[in-house]
């Protein structure tokens, strides 16, 4: 699950141009009222759903079908000093992955958990923004 420390904080809009993908969200916003809450959606080229991705959470997400394409806008460049993440699998989160046939790249299986991540101060500020309600924990 990957976010960017400012000042290259980012925020993205997520779509699914060829395939299948179950991608999900994680507020990672210390004073938000949904911190350590994930949003999940399946996104397909059929149902050309878009996802939201603010600044301050955290975004991964797994394929459903061979060949799957992902376009993304972002309003930051990638920063390799900036980069971070947590683990996908942290309880914490509570997120059911749909499928558990997985390849996960070694950066991505090697991430602490949000308690070691936090305690390492790798999340990302709050930003104040609500820039929109997002009903967490529950997959569409």
Request: proline share 6%; aromatic share 12%.
């Amino acid at each position: 699950m990957h976010y960017q420390q400012p000042p290259f904080a980012e925020t993205k809009i997520v779509r699914c141009t060829r395939g299948s993908m179950y991608d999900v969200i994680i507020d990672l916003r210390s004073d938000s009222s949904t911190f350590a809450r994930h949003f999940a959606v399946v996104l397909t080229a059929e149902n050309r759903k878009m996802l939201y991705v603010p600044t301050g959470f955290a975004h991964g997400f797994q394929t459903l079908a061979d060949d799957t394409e992902v376009f993304y806008q972002m309003s930051e460049f990638y920063s390799a000093d900036h980069a971070r993440g947590v683990r996908w699998n942290d309880p914490v989160f509570g997120i059911r992955w749909p499928d558990d046939d997985r390849t996960i790249e070694d950066r991505d299986r090697n991430y602490p958990d949000v308690r070691r991540a936090l305690a390492a101060d790798a999340r990302p500020p709050a930003n104040g923004a609500r820039a929109f309600e997002i009903r967490v924990g529950r997959e569409r």
